[in-house]
């Protein structure tokens, strides 16, 4: 299991030691599970609005992916990644469109904002970002559109 060499293998292994680690974190699991149910109804709700956003987004791609076919570059392919937990806020979910090391990402917190972030460069400071809330329909699918648009042109320019 443990290959340093002053590691006492035995300890590492023993069943008292894995049952003390295994208490410790379930303990640990109660504690923030407790904490986080409270924001289980917020949060599925942000999963239904990204859900949708994320069907909106695949909806548009599916049409760009045709139209730049149509015109000869087929090779202008554009990733959209699946919904998952935000890589930054325990309460928010994201997904990511992605070609080479051009990222955008939508982002939806349970305290009810949509945030649009990039268009950006992997590995760079991510941005810029706009937030709105999220029943703010209109405004965040013309904000959409152009985001998309802005990250589209980036990620297809040499």
Same mark, same amino acid.
């Given at each position: 299991?443990?290959?340093?060499? #002053?590691?006492?293998?035995? &300890?590492?292994?023993?069943?008292?030691?894995?049952?003390?680690?295994?208490?410790?974190?379930?303990?640990?699991?109660?504690?923030?599970?407790?904490?986080? *149910? &409270? @924001?289980? %109804?917020?949060?599925?709700? *942000?999963?239904?609005?990204?859900? %949708?956003?994320?069907?909106? /987004? $695949?909806?548009?791609?599916?049409?760009?992916? &045709?139209? =730049?076919?149509? &015109?000869? *570059?087929?090779?202008?392919?554009? %990733?959209?990644?699946? /919904?998952?937990?935000?890589?930054?806020? /325990?309460?928010?979910?994201?997904?990511?469109?992605?070609?080479?090391? @051009?990222?955008?990402?939508? #982002? /939806?917190?349970?305290?009810?904002?949509?945030?649009?972030?990039?268009?950006?460069?992997?590995?760079?400071?991510?941005?810029?970002?706009?937030?709105?809330?999220?029943? %703010?329909?209109?405004?965040?699918? $013309? $904000?959409?559109?152009?985001?998309? =648009?802005?990250?589209?042109?980036? $990620?297809?320019?040499?």
């Amino acid at each position: 299991m443990c290959k340093h060499p #002053t590691m006492d293998r035995s &300890a590492a292994t023993s069943p008292g030691a894995s049952e003390a680690l295994r208490q410790k974190l379930a303990d640990v699991g109660e504690s923030l599970g407790s904490r986080e *149910a &409270a @924001h289980g %109804a917020a949060l599925e709700q *942000a999963r239904k609005c990204i859900d %949708a956003l994320r069907q909106l /987004v $695949a909806d548009g791609l599916e049409s760009f992916h &045709a139209a =730049a076919e149509r &015109a000869g *570059a087929p090779h202008l392919r554009i %990733a959209l990644s699946d /919904v998952r937990l935000d890589d930054k806020h /325990v309460r928010a979910l994201e997904f990511e469109l992605r070609r080479g090391r @051009h990222v955008g990402i939508v #982002t /939806v917190k349970s305290r009810g904002d949509v945030t649009l972030v990039g268009p950006f460069r992997y590995g760079r400071t991510e941005g810029p970002c706009r937030t709105f809330p999220a029943d %703010a329909t209109t405004e965040i699918h $013309a $904000a959409l559109g152009d985001f998309l =648009a802005s990250f589209l042109e980036e $990620a297809a320019t040499p």
